[in-house]
C-alpha cells in the first residue's frame, strides 16, 4: 500500500518555474515507479513523466520534453517535477502515482496509486 500526497501548485505567470512534490509512505515506496499525470477541465487525463524506482530511467511526454523535470529521493520518499518555461497550456491539477510496473509503461496504463491531486495555473 502506497499513499500519495501532492503539493507546490499555485498560480504563476507564464515563463516561471515552480517545483511540485509528492510525499509518499509505505514500505514499497522505492519499489515503485512514480509518474505525473494532468488534468484540464472538460480534457481528459495526460501523462506527463515517469521515473523507475532507482531513478536511473525518465519518460516525458512530448508536450513537456525539454521543460519538466522528474527526480525522486527515496530516502524522503518524494517524487518532484521541476517545470520551467510554463505556458498557458500546462494549466491542469496534477496527480502523482505509483505502479510496481516498468517507468516504460507508464504512459500506457493505470497506476495503481494516485494522490489527490495539486492545482497549477498558467496566466498568459
Known amino acids: 500500500q502506497v499513499q500519495l500526497v501532492e503539493s507546490g501548485g499555485r498560480l504563476v505567470q507564464a515563463g516561471d518555474s515552480l517545483r511540485l512534490s509528492c510525499a509518499g509512505s509505505?514500505?514499497?515506496?522505492?519499489?515503485?515507479?512514480m509518474g505525473w499525470f494532468r488534468q484540464a477541465p472538460g480534457k481528459e487525463r495526460q501523462f506527463v513523466a515517469a521515473i523507475s524506482w532507482s531513478g536511473g530511467s525518465t519518460n516525458y511526454a512530448d508536450s513537456v520534453k525539454g521543460r519538466f523535470t522528474i527526480s525522486r529521493d527515496n530516502a524522503q520518499k518524494t517524487v518532484y517535477l521541476q517545470m520551467n518555461s510554463l505556458k498557458p497550456e500546462d494549466t491542469s491539477v496534477y496527480y502523482c502515482a505509483a505502479d510496481p510496473r516498468s517507468v516504460q509503461i507508464m504512459d500506457k496504463i493505470d497506476p495503481r496509486y494516485w494522490g489527490q491531486g495539486t492545482q497549477v495555473t498558467v496566466s498568459s
Open positions: 509505505g514500505r514499497s515506496f522505492s519499489s515503485y515507479s
